[in-house]
């Protein structure tokens, strides 16, 4: 039976993106088959249609889906056939009806979890899951601590926001409007600066902070923030740089760290953190714990049919949303 896909030939804007008529065949050893109910939208995705991420040509999208499984290849053991399930995992090819991939990182979502939760949560959810717990500074992370957390209105930002309350953090969150700092302070932080119309956001870090700085920087922005996330740490701490979503951190002259106080830089990638089955099923397990309890809500602002994928783009790189997004299939 043929399924849709969406695909690019060409890396660009929206405009690239086409839906198209796909065969989807028989799993192979340690694949399942998935039928999609929803595929979630992150900002990597722009990074593979605008070829900051380059991918071979013609290239299918989406790392995040969740949905029915309808076969299984030999050897996988930890899904059958009728299982609801949901997964960030590469490679892309999640903006689909249905889709052949590896089961590793595929996990049975709980009944309590609809499917376009699970496929607003999956990519989202655990890179919080693994910033929070897994990327510390020296000393690690203690209840009343402040870390700074950049676009904390969006996707992954308002996780983030629920995730430092649980922790006991004080999480100062920067975002793009007012009403953007708002929402991040009903989920949970503690502070919120409007970083379009205070610029110098490192100062008013350092009032909150009695003059210390914070302890971690949560960096997704990139370009617009680096210099200021470096000027609100502590010293001896830490800058998780973990995306570019206003372009890539400018090369770093690494005596700078020196002159910062003696601070810490990382890269971390989601992927790294799931490399196994096992790995990915203890960090699904603590995301899915916080989700079930209520700890973490999971805002969906916005549902695009699949087949209006350009413009759910558009709105993305335009800063028009907030918290998730899905595309139904
Ligand atoms: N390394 C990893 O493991 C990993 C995993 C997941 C996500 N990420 C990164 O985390 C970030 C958030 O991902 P998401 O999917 O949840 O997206 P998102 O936060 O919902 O959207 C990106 C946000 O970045 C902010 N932004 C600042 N400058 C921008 C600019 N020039 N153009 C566009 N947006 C700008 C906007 O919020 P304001 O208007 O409030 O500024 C925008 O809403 C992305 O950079 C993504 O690549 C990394």
Known sequence: MSEKAVVIDTPGGPEQLKLIDVEVGAPGPGEIRIRHEACGLNYIDEYHRNGTYPLPLPARLGMEGAGVVEAVGEGVTHLKVGDRAAY??????????ARVMPARCVLKLPDAIDFATGAAMMLKGLTVQYLLKGTQPQGGLKPGDFVLFHAAAGGVGLIACQGARALGLQLIGTAGSDE???LALDHGAAHAINYRSQPDFAAQVKEITGGKGVKVVYDSVGADTWEGSLNSLAPFGLIASFGGASGPVPPI????????????VTRPTLFTHLASQ????????????????????????KRYALADVAESHRDLEARKLVGSAVLLT
């Open 253 to 264: 002259n690494v005596g700078t760290l020196a002159a910062k106080g003696s601070v810490y």
């Open 180 to 182: 953007k700092c708002q």
């Open 88 to 97: 960030a995992s590469q490679p892309p090819g999640a903006y689909a009806t």
């Open 278 to 301: 096992e790995a990915t099923q203890a960090m699904g397990d603590d995301l899915f714990g916080m989700v079930v309890s209520g700890q973490v809500k999971i805002r969906i602002d």
